[in-house]
């Protein structure tokens, strides 16, 4: 646990994790505010002393390769909008700032919009790409008449100049929206979609790889978006706007293959990205 901005650099941390408990900005089933703490007490120690770390999946201790801590929650401001925003954008701030990474677990997917933009801050407006996994493309103006909502967010990172247009690559959108007036405005600025059918036709490796190179495309940094909805509700079915049709059935799972990218090879099958 990492209290302060001072802990942070002072235990070198490398990786911390946080939780932005926001659900205000959601449409449909609410909920997630409680996503963070649900998501901590799954790694209870159970009856069996610690739990080693070793991952069969990436043959990589996480534990022994990074300084790692959980650096706790977003303030938030209840029924404020704008001012729970504007914490969330400093708080993810004083993360990167220490030099560390922050994993932000939610919340509603609109707190990406403060969050991604804390990352463009420190790192410079047109450095970031972002490959946002979700069945929706989050890219509306308004909702209903608000702009700050988790059907907006992407648009708004890309209007402010944060991310480029170009470096926004989305992956396992379905279902029946946007409308084609938001995909036109989408290629107008030249973001790049990857749709689940093309998914089903290429396989999900093939496809998470160009849409690596295409958000890192004259950017140079990444910045991971996951909206659990991108996963089949058969699956994941705790998500405020569940979307059928994710044949890909742990596309959730598989979408942190980007993380493993760095450890191409290393005992691994064929030197490609690990079967899972
Ligand atoms: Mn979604």
């Not at 049709?245 to 799972?253: E, K, Y």
Request: glycine letters at 14%; aromatic letters at 8%; a negative charge.
């Amino acid at each position: 646990m990492a209290l302060t901005p001072e802990d942070l650099k002072a235990a070198e941390i490398d990786v911390a994790v946080c939780g932005v408990p926001w659900d205000s900005t959601a449409g449909g089933r609410s909920g997630t505010n409680h996503g963070p703490m649900v998501i901590r007490s799954c790694d209870y120690k159970g009856g069996y002393g610690p739990r080693p770390h070793f991952s069969l999946d990436t043959h990589v201790d996480a534990f022994a390769e990074l300084n790692m801590c959980d650096y706790g929650d977003s303030p938030i401001m209840l029924g404020n909008t704008p001012g729970t925003f504007e914490e969330i954008r400093k708080f993810v701030g004083t993360i990167v700032d220490s030099g560390a990474i922050p994993i932000i677990m939610g919340g509603d997917h609109a707190i990406t919009w403060p969050a991604a933009t804390a990352v463009a801050d420190h790192y410079g407006y047109g450095k970031v790409g972002i490959v946002h996994f979700d069945a929706h493309a989050d890219t509306g103006t308004d909702m209903p008449g608000s702009l700050a909502s988790h059907g907006t967010p992407m648009r708004k990172l890309i209007e402010s100049g944060a991310v480029p247009g170009k470096n926004f690559v989305q992956v396992g959108l379905r279902g029946y929206w946007p409308d084609q007036e938001t995909l036109d405005w989408m290629d107008e600025q030249e973001m790049r979609t990857h749709f689940m059918a093309e998914i089903n036709h290429r396989g999900f490796y093939e496809v998470l790889e160009r849409a690596v190179d295409e958000a890192l495309d004259q950017a140079d940094y990444l910045y991971l978006s996951l909206d659990i909805d991108v996963a089949d509700p058969a699956f994941a079915p705790g998500t405020g706007t569940p979307e059928p049709g994710a044949d890909q059935r742990r596309c959730a799972h598989r979408s942190a293959a980007p993380l493993r990218g760095g450890r191409r090879g290393r005992r691994g099958r064929g030197g490609g990205l690990p079967a899972l």
